[in-house]
């Protein structure tokens, strides 16, 4: 699996691409570019964030996802889900981005967004 890769190098051909954080701003988009480009496009969101569940359903009409509800802190859960397929490509956009929320719990902002990278 090709853990940094740019975008760029995905434009071509079909691979199997695991975005996190799919159902967010930048993750939805880039899902549904990738699937329209032709590559199977697989999702891993928890859906914590406010308008995720409508870009899920946004992105089931519009195309064919694999989609996971997993919260990236769940290393067992995260794993598995990569042990049980051969994505070719990880795309890591799931982040806890609201600068509120950082400064209310910090630490629940370090587990997402910095402890989780070591599971990957
Ligand atoms: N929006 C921008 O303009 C922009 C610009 C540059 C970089 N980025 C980066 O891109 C990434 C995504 O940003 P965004 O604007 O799409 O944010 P977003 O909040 O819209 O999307 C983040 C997604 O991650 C999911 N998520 C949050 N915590 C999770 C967890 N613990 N487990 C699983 N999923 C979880 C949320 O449900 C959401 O769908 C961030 O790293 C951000 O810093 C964003």
């Known amino acids: 699996m090709e853990l940094f890769c740019t975008y760029s190098s995905l434009r071509g051909g079909e691979m199997k691409v695991l975005v996190t954080g799919g159902c967010g701003f930048i993750g939805c988009n880039t899902a549904l570019s990738l699937n329209q480009k032709g590559h199977d496009v697989a999702i891993m969101d928890n859906l914590s964030r406010a308008g995720a569940t409508r870009n899920k359903e946004y992105l089931q009409e519009a195309g064919e996802f694999e989609f996971a509800e997993i919260d990236v802190r769940d290393a067992q859960k995260v794993?598995?889900?990569i042990k049980d397929n051969?994505?070719?490509a990880l795309i890591h956009l799931a982040a806890q981005v609201a600068v509120t929320t950082s400064v209310h719990d910090p630490r629940t902002d370090f587990e997402i967004n910095a402890w989780e990278?070591?599971?990957f």
Do not use: K, R, W
Request: hydrophobic share 45%; proline share 0%.
């Open 117 to 119: 990278l070591s599971i």
């Open 79 to 81: 794993e598995n889900l």
């Open 86 to 88: 051969a994505y070719d």
